[in-house]
């Protein structure tokens, strides 16, 4: 058995790397060696290596006048460009060499796999009608010469287009016939794991939300045993985007932040993705420092931080603020390549509306939020779905409720909750139902206006939205009943390796927790806000951690990128020489991405800076150590469980806010 043979052994049973030392050093240059390795060093994680590889080879090929692979070579390398840097720039310009390659010779698979990376090329630059032409040249030339992912990707970019259309029906056939081809396990891990990610961001778009749970189940399943790559990470960010609508968001968190953890590997621009998720999950429990943090990471990275980031606002009570980043937002969608929304239309706007929707309705604006309300509804209508009409409903409650139709919009808020309750989501229905008692207020039904409150304040709390749950048990609060002067007594006195805890219910020594010395330091503090270094650090002994973090980007990665940036220049002359100021302007866009991404890895004089992988990993410390301290105290004493729980806030900075209402004293 040849060096060569063990590594492809190797790699057929998934030990990918451990056979690349048995290729012998004179292989370095051999194209099949080059492949072996792109596609050994891809599974675990090392994208830039594979890179690399696939580039080697198709130098190689064209030095010693091997047409076919130098455009192979090209090819891949274009392929992975597409599927994880989001850079289209380079990937034209990989796409176009392979294509010089191929000049006058007769068609044949490498065509297809060419058609295969153009189709999905045009369509994440919005570019719909070449895409239409590409996705029927990949399918036909895939079916001709046996490229199985060129046929696949062409159908599911063909039932993309039409979803796009308005064609739904016939969109969701096509959706289902390529996920049927993908679950026969005649495709590739890398095509099967990118494919059934598309058919998940297909029905997450139109908002049917139990055919992205089904398709999200199907993929987790399938990737448990088979997914290469960046694969599990988007697994899991799909999981945290369905946890946020169905789960609770402490799971959703939780499933964010291991998304994150996985896909830093993969992602430099697309990492915007599950940084945007994470924003949007601590946003609704209420951690908005933390909220913020993900927000502006995402924006660092050129991905578009809206509606999130105006919704922050809003709870931060800078509504004007929040009214004119969402008027930008809607006015300016942000043009990005990205494979998991749609990239150009009605329903990349359609998350925009309804945060405007909701921020209309906060700063009193009838205008706005009425027209928002009509543009949802209009949507709704061209790409029907419970989820999408659930959104349209509670628009036009809250355009109701500012113009005065009071029992109409009573009506749609609740027929808002009552979608959005059938669909699993109890942080939406609880908004509708806020809505709703809103309305019931407004005419006078003060008791109905209660009960949608205190039903809303449970889903909240059960969710994990604290802070939403204290605003409705303000609004709930009798105003005619004096606040109390009652201030009670939390007893939490550690005593060596136990701590004895009373507060309702008789005393209990219980076995101390690094959780419960967190909560001690915070409960000395009430209102002040307290990094969690800070939190690790005292527990220490003062002490501060001073490991090191990752290098932003390593040696290899840094000469990609600047390998990226010729292709740019490259790809920027031949749109200029075309004519094409559109092109011009994404390749641009491409090359500043790159130049900001080098210029952060690279610091004075030339040395690598340093990324503080610190702070995050001490806030995934903190959080699980009060959470779980938390949840041991609510099994100790309810109420003061229930106590803590409302008045502790996580995040890179940790905090514990008592109602003023409710005083407690603590004795520690």
């Not at 994880?84 to 990937?91: H, I, Y």
């Not at 609880?430 to 206006?449: L, N, S």
């Not at 409960?523 to 990752?550: F, K, M, W, Y």
Request: net charge negative; charged share 25%; proline share 5%.
């Amino acid at each position: 058995m040849t060096g060569l043979d063990v590594a492809r052994a190797a790699a057929a049973d998934g030990a990918w790397t451990q056979g690349l030392p048995a290729l012998p050093g004179s292989s370095s240059d051999d194209p099949e060696a080059l492949e072996v390795r792109a596609t050994a060093l891809y599974a675990p994680g090392d994208l830039e290596g594979c890179l690399t590889a696939w580039e080697r080879m198709h130098a190689r090929c064209a030095a010693s006048g091997d047409p076919i692979g130098a455009a192979r070579g090209a090819v891949m390398t274009a392929l992975h460009l597409l599927l994880d840097t989001g850079l289209m720039a380079p990937v034209r310009g990989w796409v176009t060499r392979a294509e010089r390659q191929l000049a006058g010779a007769p068609t044949g698979p490498v065509h297809a796999m060419i058609a295969m990376v153009r189709t999905y090329e045009r369509f994440l630059t919005g570019d719909l009608a070449a895409c239409r032409e590409f996705a029927a040249e990949s399918i036909e030339l895939g079916e001709r010469f046996g490229v199985t992912p060129a046929v696949v990707i062409g159908q599911v970019a063909q039932a993309r287009i039409l979803l796009l259309d308005g064609r739904i029906d016939e969109g969701l056939h096509a959706l289902d016939e390529a996920g049927a081809r993908l679950m026969a396990g005649h495709v590739d891990p890398l095509t099967t794991g990118m494919m059934l990610c598309e058919i998940v961001c297909a029905a997450q778009a139109l908002g049917l939300h139990e055919l992205a749970r089904e398709w999200t189940d199907v993929m987790d399943r399938w990737g448990q045993r088979s997914a290469v790559g960046g694969i599990r990470g988007r697994c899991r960010v799909h999981r945290a985007e369905l946890l946020r609508i169905s789960g609770t968001g402490a799971e959703a968190e939780t499933e964010a932040l291991a998304a994150c953890a996985e896909l830093r590997l993969w992602m430099r621009r697309e990492y915007g993705w599950p940084l945007a998720e994470l924003g949007t999950i601590r946003l609704r429990r209420g951690d908005l420092a933390g909220a913020e943090d993900a927000f502006l990471a995402a924006d660092a990275l050129a991905w578009p931080p809206q509606p999130g980031l105006a919704l922050l606002r809003l709870a931060q009570g800078r509504i004007q603020t929040a009214v004119e980043l969402i008027a930008d937002a809607v006015a300016h969608p942000q043009e990005i390549p990205w494979k998991e929304r749609p990239p150009s239309g009605d329903l990349r706007l359609a998350p925009l509306l309804d945060a405007q929707s909701e921020i209309a309705a906060a700063a009193g604006d009838a205008r706005t939020c009425v027209h928002a309300s009509a543009e949802l509804a209009r949507i709704a209508r061209a790409y029907p779905s419970r989820g999408s009409a659930a959104v349209a409903a509670l628009a036009g409650a809250r355009a109701a409720l500012l113009t005065g139709d009071l029992e109409e919009a009573r009506d749609l808020a609740s027929a808002a909750a009552h979608a959005w309750g059938e669909l699993g989501a109890p942080y939406e229905s609880a908004a509708a139902r806020v809505v709703a008692g809103d309305a019931a207020a407004a005419t006078g039904h003060d008791e109905a206006a209660r009960r949608e409150w205190q039903a809303a304040s449970r889903c909240f709390t059960d969710y994990g939205a604290a802070q939403r749950a204290r605003q409705l048990d303000d609004r709930l609060a009798d105003p005619s009943r004096p606040p109390s002067s009652t201030t009670r007594e939390a007893h939490f006195r550690r005593h060596g390796a136990t701590r004895i805890v009373a507060f309702s219910s008789p005393a209990v020594t219980v076995p101390d927790l690094v959780g419960y010395r967190y909560l001690e330091v915070l409960v000395a503090r009430p209102g002040e806000e307290v990094p969690c270094l800070d939190l690790i650090a005292h527990e220490n002994g003062g002490a501060r951690s001073t490991q090191l973090g990752l290098p932003t980007l390593d040696r290899e990665a840094r000469e990609c990128y600047r390998r990226r940036l010729l292709d740019v220049e490259e790809d920027i002359a031949a749109a200029t020489a075309m004519n094409d100021p559109a092109q011009v302007e994404l390749a641009e866009r491409d090359k500043d991405f790159l130049l900001a991404e080098l210029a952060r890895a690279v610091g004075f004089r030339g040395r690598v800076r340093q990324v503080g992988s610190d702070a995050e990993r001490a806030r995934t410390s903190v959080y699980r150590a009060l959470r779980y301290a938390i949840k041991q105290l609510a099994a100790i004493d309810p109420t003061l469980g229930k106590h803590v729980s409302r008045s502790v806030r996580t995040g890179s900075w940790c905090s514990y806010a008592p109602d003023s209402l409710a005083p407690v004293t603590w004795r520690t």
